[in-house]
């Protein structure tokens, strides 16, 4: 019976390997850290707080007020959404020293405000897809826990999810503050370097060959509407 059950543990251990593997002996952990650092190249760029759509050119930058921004989100009121929603990003990156605010005076009635990089904040800021980022961190591989193959429904092919457990570093003391990170819809976990579930995509072509889609590194988030209150932990 003992040996029976010896057995039975190792068909279902090998089995399990199986599970995780496919048979496949691609280094995964390997290529996704190299994956991550590519597109982190500095280490301290990998997840991104978007702050909104002013480049580098535009600083001094000036905000201005929408019509409707005060306004619940709505696909027809999203532009003006959005706008209040860079206004008050860049008031909070003020208040922590990334930015320089100067009141500007009234149009319509409204307060206006100027703002300007600190150096402070030239140290974190990354211009990328037309806006203002504020980034941090760089990810570390941990383990690679499953893979999964399914059909991508938008032009056909194979598409291969890498489940993995990794970590932060580089982890400035600015982000730790739940009114930062969690405004932007980050974790608790991930600040503190914590172990963290991530996802790697790969386009699987006919020959077998990886091809990256997306990862962890460089993401950007929004910041949610800030008439939401951030609870403290």
Known sequence: MQIKTNITTLLIITFSSL???GCDTYPYKEKIQESNDYNNPTGDKAK????????QSMYPY???????QDLPFAQETRKAFNNRLKNDSLHLFAGIGFFTEEYAG??????TYRYDLTDLGRKYV???LGETNFCFGRVVVDK?????????????????????TYHLENVPDWVKDPQIYKRFGYFKEQVNG?????????????????TTMTGESAS?????????EIKEE
């Open 19 to 21: 599970l995780l593997t």
């Open 48 to 55: 991104c707080m978007m702050v909104g759509r002013v480049t």
């Open 62 to 68: 000036t905000t201005y007020y929408m019509q409707e």
């Open 106 to 111: 009234e149009v319509d009635g409204r307060a």
């Open 126 to 128: 990354k211009f990328a």
């Open 144 to 164: 690679i826990n499953r893979t999964n193959d399914t059909i991508n429904g938008v032009g056909g092919g194979t598409v291969r999810d890498v489940y993995y």
């Open 194 to 210: 914590e172990p963290f579930p991530g996802i790697h995509s790969y386009r699987v072509s006919g020959n077998g060959k990886l």
């Open 220 to 228: 950007y988030q929004w910041a949610y509407d800030f008439n939401d």
